[in-house]
């Protein structure tokens, strides 16, 4: 059964940088498009960025745009997420869904497997 690892979240301070790793375990998502989501205590998973299955294709959350970058290593079967100049507003944990083809990016229904998240806290 195919399972994505999110793996890099940590405590940083504001102004630092990050970079999370989703990777793929029983099958691959190179067909794929990927998403990163984040959801803060409280509120809905909301979407950060996403890119497509051959990585020419980005998309990103405004609040995110000139400071996250999304990127993809198909030969490693991994998709990353490079966090700079982190705000304490940027404090969730982190998840990384596999996109159904044709549906929206930026829906979290549009996502069918999911990993267990990883948090990102980011210290003022």
């Known amino acids: 059964q195919m399972q994505l690892i999110e793996s890099g979240g940590g405590l940083v301070q504001a102004g630092e940088s990050l970079r999370l790793a989703c990777s793929a375990s029983g099958g691959t998502f190179i067909n794929n498009g990927v998403g990163w989501f984040r959801q803060a205590p409280g509120e809905e998973r909301g979407f950060v960025a996403a890119?497509?299955?051959?990585?020419?294709?980005?998309y990103y959350e405004d609040s995110v745009k000139g400071r996250f970058t999304i990127s993809r290593d198909n030969a490693k079967n991994t998709v990353y997420l490079q966090m700079n100049r982190l705000k304490p507003a940027d404090t969730a944990a982190y998840f990384c869904?596999?996109?159904?083809?044709?549906?929206?990016?930026?829906?979290?229904?549009?996502?069918?497997?999911w990993g267990q998240g990883t948090q990102v806290t980011v210290s003022s």
């Open positions: 890119i497509s299955s051959g990585g020419a294709k980005t």
């Open positions: 869904g596999m996109k159904r083809v044709g549906e929206s990016w930026s829906a979290v229904g549009s996502y069918g497997v």
